[in-house]
């Protein structure tokens, strides 16, 4: 075994064969027999040989990679949705090339046109905070125009055409919702850190339409602007006014809630349930373990995947929305 790595030519001349040999018998081409693929093959591990996938993409116009944008690397949804999408790209003989837009709009759009120059065959994506904010989708559009296949997950957009991957947010929400009213809790709050998202709208929606088929009951809302100001702002709530119940529109904010809660002295579950979303190693370590709404992240990783590499080898298809079920898992913050 050497390090040097070598050439697709250097390797066919070890071997006393063509050029063309060694690529389709690395390729596994009905052309070569099996003894010869063997030979190679082996030759290509011993002397370290691995294929220029950009110098590949650029004669057969595809690179085999995969682009992704991410818009939060914090989040452990979108990480779990990371798994998926690089397990199935892999097991479908792909790499994945990801990137961070930091809920920026700015660094969403220079991230686009930088895959866009022959970097990627097409590109998973959800959309940055910025871009939902300000109804900005026209460097989304644009890619897609230019033949490069998008797919959307979680914060979709009508305005944008091409394939998505969703949670029923509204639906789920709706009814974490209604375990906790069922649970007795009268006096509900709901907190987000991602109103102004396609997915903290449906998510409040469905919160909201819950509590209104209850003439008793009214909405509580606390929005997070900044997180540095989400410790003080429900220490007030939660000292001036009655609140038994809490959903959280994700998973850090369900947590934080709780140790909030609990530093003020409330009993969790007995005095203030509280629902969440993600399914992750956050919620199953709390204290008490969160109670959440599993997004089933790999899952929607791996469908969009699949669909990526579906469209790439048809782009003749319809476009369609797939929507991934969610399941509540109820751990120590609600009642039985």
Same mark, same amino acid.
């Given at each position: 075994?050497i390090?040097k790595?070598?050439?697709l030519k ?6 006393k064969v063509?050029?063309?040999?060694v690529s ?23 002397y370290?040989? *691995? ?6 993409? +650029?004669k057969?116009?595809?690179t @085999?990679?995969l682009g992704? !944008?991410? #818009?939060?690397?914090r989040?452990?949804?979108f990480?779990r949705?990371?798994r ?7 097991d479908?003989?792909y790499h994945?090339?990801?990137c961070?837009?930091?809920e920026?709009?700015?660094?969403e759009k ?7 120059q022959g970097?990627v065959?097409g590109?998973i ?10 109804g900005k989708y026209?460097h989304?559009?644009?890619l897609?125009?230019k033949g490069?296949?998008?797919?959307l997950?979680d914060?979709?957009?009508?305005r944008?055409?091409c394939d ?5 947010d509204f639906? *789920?929400t ?5 375990? +906790?009213?069922?649970?007795g809790? @009268?006096n509900i709050?709901f !907190?987000s #850190? ?6 903290g ?12 088929e209850r ?5 509580r809302?606390?929005h997070i ?7 003080s ?7 001036g ?5 809490i959903i959280a529109?994700?998973e850090?904010t369900g ?6 809660a609990t530093?003020?002295?409330f009993k969790?579950?007995?005095?203030i349930?509280?629902?969440g979303?993600t399914n ?13 709404? *599993? ?5 929607i990783g791996?469908v969009a995947?699949?669909?990526?590499i ?14 991934i079920?969610t ?9 039985n």
């Amino acid at each position: 075994m050497i390090n040097k790595k070598i050439t697709l030519k250097e390797l066919a001349g070890i071997l006393k064969v063509s050029v063309s040999t060694v690529s389709k018998a690395l390729n596994d081409s009905y052309e070569i027999s099996e003894a010869t693929k063997k030979k190679v093959k082996t030759a290509a591990i011993k002397y370290n040989y *691995s294929p220029n996938l950009l110098a590949q993409g +650029l004669k057969t116009k595809r690179t @085999k990679i995969l682009g992704v !944008i991410i #818009p939060d690397m914090r989040a452990p949804f979108f990480i779990r949705v990371l798994r998926g999408i690089e397990k199935e790209a892999s097991d479908q003989g792909y790499h994945i090339l990801t990137c961070f837009s930091n809920e920026s709009y700015t660094k969403e759009k220079a991230t686009l046109d930088m895959l866009s120059q022959g970097n990627v065959d097409g590109i998973i994506m959800a959309l940055c905070k910025e871009s939902q904010e300000q109804g900005k989708y026209e460097h989304v559009n644009e890619l897609i125009s230019k033949g490069i296949p998008v797919i959307l997950f979680d914060r979709i957009d009508d305005r944008v055409k091409c394939d998505k991957v969703v949670i029923n947010d509204f639906e *789920s929400t709706y009814n974490a919702t209604k375990v +906790l009213i069922n649970s007795g809790a @009268k006096n509900i709050l709901f !907190i987000s #850190p991602i109103s102004t998202t396609s997915i903290g709208k449906d998510r409040y929606r469905g919160y909201s339409y819950a509590l209104s088929e209850r003439k008793n009951l009214s909405e509580r809302v606390l929005h997070i602007e900044e997180y540095k100001d989400f410790s003080s702002d429900l220490n007030a709530v939660l000292k001036g006014e009655k609140v038994d119940g809490i959903i959280a529109a994700n998973e850090l904010t369900g947590i934080s809630a709780i140790n909030i809660a609990t530093r003020l002295g409330f009993k969790i579950p007995e005095q203030i349930s509280i629902i969440g979303f993600t399914n992750g190693i956050l919620s199953m370590n709390s204290n008490p373990p969160l109670t959440t709404i *599993s997004q089933h992240g790999k899952d929607i990783g791996k469908v969009a995947t699949q669909k990526l590499i579906n469209r790439l080898k048809n782009k003749n298809l319809q476009y369609a929305t797939t929507v991934i079920e969610t399941t509540l898992i109820k751990r120590g913050t609600t009642k039985n």
